[in-house]
């Protein structure tokens, strides 16, 4: 059965960095994009970007472009995001989460239990 | 950005017919899906393509629409459902709704 286990809660310092993981497990990685989606306190959901894994192409949501980086490892099936200068706008949840294989990328069929970044000094 | 509208909450006892709007800014053809998300959990895919039942999905969900106005349905609704209920388009860019916290009486 397709899981997505993501790495643990992370406590950050402002204007440091933090890169959380995504192991994917149950389908062939390099067939369907991951995508990463912010959920802040009380709020909504917001799409961050996604990669690839089959060839490392991303693409990002313009809002986050300079702030997150994804990358992807085929030898252990684990997708990464790095998010930069973090500021306390950057605390949240982060999901990391499967589409399908239609294109464009559409819906998310399957989603990781989230990572919790908290960034205070 | 293709704004996504929902209205914040609604309440219903169980048993009942309920519906969740999401109107779109501008038309996503049927590039629309919706998710249930619990406190604490991840979101779940419900209905994708504007009106298709995931797979595992109980069939007192569905959905309608297409351009700008979609819905979706449960019905009837039970106690388990309570939930925030979101919608994301997916033919422009990837957004999300702002989503719908149904309470069940």
């Not at chain 1, 690839?52 to 949501?61: A, D, E, I, L, Q």
């Not at chain 1, 997708?79 to 399908?100: H, I």
């Not at chain 2, 009942?16 to 629309?32: P, Y």
């Not at chain 2, 019905?75 to 919608?87: G, L, N, R, S």
């Amino acid at each position: 059965q397709v899981q997505l286990q993501q790495s643990g809660t992370e406590l950050v310092k402002p204007a440091s960095s933090v890169k959380i993981s995504c192991k994917a497990s149950g389908y062939t990685f390099t067939s369907n994009y991951m995508h990463w989606i912010r959920q802040q306190p009380g709020n909504g959901l917001e799409w961050i970007g996604w990669i690839y894994p089959g060839n490392g192409n991303t693409k990002y949501n313009q809002k986050f472009d300079g702030k997150a980086t994804l990358t992807a490892d085929k030898s252990s099936s684990t997708a990464y995001m790095q998010l930069s200068s973090l500021t306390s706008e950057d605390s949240a949840v982060y999901f990391c989460a499967r589409s399908g294989l239609q294109w464009p990328p559409g819906y998310f069929d399957f989603w990781g239990p989230g990572t919790m970044v908290t960034v205070s000094s | 950005d293709t704004v996504l509208t929902q209205s914040p909450a609604l309440a219903v006892s169980p048993g009942e017919r309920v519906t969740i709007s999401c109107r779109a800014s501008e038309s996503v053809s049927t590039g629309m899906h919706w998710y249930q998300q619990k406190p604490g959990q991840q979101p779940k895919l419900l209905i994708y393509g504007a009106s298709n039942l995931e797979s595992g999905v109980p069939a007192r969900f569905s959905g309608s629409g297409s351009g700008t106005d979609f819905t979706l349905t449960i019905d009837p609704v039970e106690a388990d459902d309570t939930a925030t209920y979101f919608c994301q388009q997916s033919w422009n860019e990837l957004t999300f709704g702002s989503g719908t916290k149904l309470e069940i009486k």
